[in-house]
């Protein structure tokens, strides 16, 4: 059995199939592709439903609070600065890690069996 040599954070680093590891897993920017396009994997079982945009704010929010105390330490800039900063640095920072967190997710799901029942 290969399932186990796929490390479900590696695969959904790189945003490819948790079977093969080889095929893409999206088929648009957050779409699932019905299949994977290497090994044929059904990934209809694929649902990882809000997950991801829960651990993308746990890691996004401390990450830009953070970045904020540090840039307000050192620059003291003016409020409205910090809007200009940070606003983008949010949606940015979201946008390049729904993609990874969502993979990982379905990854998991698919070595955990979830949904097979
Ligand atoms: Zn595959």
Request: aromatic letters at 12%.
């Amino acid at each position: 059995m290969t399932d186990a040599l796929i490390s479900p954070f590696a695969a959904g680093l790189r945003c490819v199939c948790p079977r093969c590891g080889e095929g893409a897993l999206y088929a648009g920017f957050l779409k699932v592709a019905p299949s994977c396009e290497s090994c044929g994997l059904d990934l209809k079982f694929a649902d990882s439903g809000d997950g991801p945009a829960v651990f993308v704010i746990f890691a996004v929010a401390p990450l830009v609070i953070i970045l904020a105390f540090i840039v307000e330490n050192l620059f003291h800039p003016a409020p409205w600065m910090h809007l200009v900063l940070w606003i983008p640095a949010v949606i940015i920072f979201s946008l390049l890690l729904l993609r990874p967190f969502k993979a990982v997710m379905i990854a998991l799901q698919y070595q955990r069996q979830a949904g097979a029942a």
